[in-house]
């Protein structure tokens, strides 16, 4: 029997599902190797007095000056942000997670951090170290030359 070929509807034959998991390896790697390559350190000119709660959730609001939701490139490759958010727990604890367009579930790295003043310290599990500032209600952090910016 010969097999028929299939015709060209101009789509890519890669399904989507095939596309999703690399993105998703990359990101997540992105997000572990929080500072691998860079530490940032970022100077505050409030006072070091510890003064404020920073406990909270701050929801992702821009990636390199641009409004979530965007698409954001990164060593190459295209991410498409739709939402994110950043949790600082009184525990010393803290976690960010960023949702992917096309994904079900965000993705969560978690870190513990040291506070001295308006700055966070965080050590990322199996990863490296940031630095993040929260000013009034909002938190920013460099992360891979990437800057962002949360707001509670």
């Known amino acids: 029997m010969k097999a028929t070929p299939k015709r060209s509807t ?3 034959n890669v399904p989507l599902f095939r596309l999703v ?5 990359f990101l997540l790697a992105l997000l572990a190797c929080a500072g691998c390559s860079r530490q940032t350190k970022m100077t505050s000119d409030a006072p070091e007095n510890g003064a404020g709660d920073v406990t909270g959730t701050y929801a992702l ?5 641009q409004q979530v939701p965007c698409t954001v490139r ?3 490759h295209d991410l498409p942000v739709q939402s994110g958010s950043f949790v ?5 604890t803290c976690a960010s997670r960023i949702l992917l ?5 965000p993705m969560e790295v978690k870190a513990t951090y ?3 003043g308006s700055t966070l310290t965080m050590k990322w599990a199996g ?13 920013t952090m460099l992360n891979e030359g990437m800057s962002f910016a949360y707001r509670k």
Request: net charge negative; glycine share 22%.
């Open 114 to 116: 040291e506070r001295q």
């Open 74 to 76: 990164h060593e190459g």
């Open 88 to 92: 600082i727990n009184g525990d010393g």
């Open 10 to 12: 101009g789509k890519s």
């Open 127 to 139: 990863a490296g170290t940031t630095t993040g500032k929260v000013e009034g209600k909002t938190f």
């Open 101 to 105: 367009a096309g994904r079900e579930s």
């Open 21 to 25: 998991p690399p993105v998703f390896c």
């Open 61 to 65: 609001v821009t990636i390199d000056g």
